[in-house]
C-alpha cells in the first residue's frame, strides 16, 4: 500500500512539472501587455539576436527618458 501511495505521489509530482514546464517553453504572444510591475511589454518580432537588441535600445531609451524627467541635482561644492 506504501509503494501504491509512492508512486502516485511520484506521478503527480511529474504531471505538475510538465505542465509547468510547457507552460515555460511556449512562446509568449504579447501585444501591448503589461507586466505585474505595470511596465508596458512590447511584442518583439525576428530571431532572438534581433529581439536581444530590441530590448536592449528599449531599455536604454527608456533609461535615458527617465534621465531626462529626474531633476537636477546639484554637485556639493569642493
Keep these: 500500500m506504501r ?3 509512492g508512486v502516485l505521489s511520484l506521478l503527480v509530482v ?3 512539472v ?3 514546464a510547457k507552460k515555460a517553453l511556449q512562446p ?4 501591448g501587455a ?3 510591475a505595470g511596465v508596458s ?6 530571431t532572438p539576436a534581433q ?3 530590441q530590448l536592449q535600445n528599449q531599455v536604454k531609451d527608456e533609461v535615458n527618458k527617465l534621465m531626462q524627467q529626474a ?8
Excluded: K, M, N
Design 3 to 5: 509503494a501504491v501511495f
Design 14 to 16: 511529474l504531471a505538475i
Design 18 to 20: 510538465g505542465v509547468l
Design 28 to 31: 509568449t504572444q504579447v501585444q
Design 34 to 36: 503589461s507586466d505585474a
Design 41 to 46: 511589454v512590447p511584442a518583439l518580432q525576428g
Design 51 to 53: 529581439q536581444s537588441q
Design 71 to 78: 531633476p537636477a541635482r546639484a554637485e556639493p561644492a569642493q
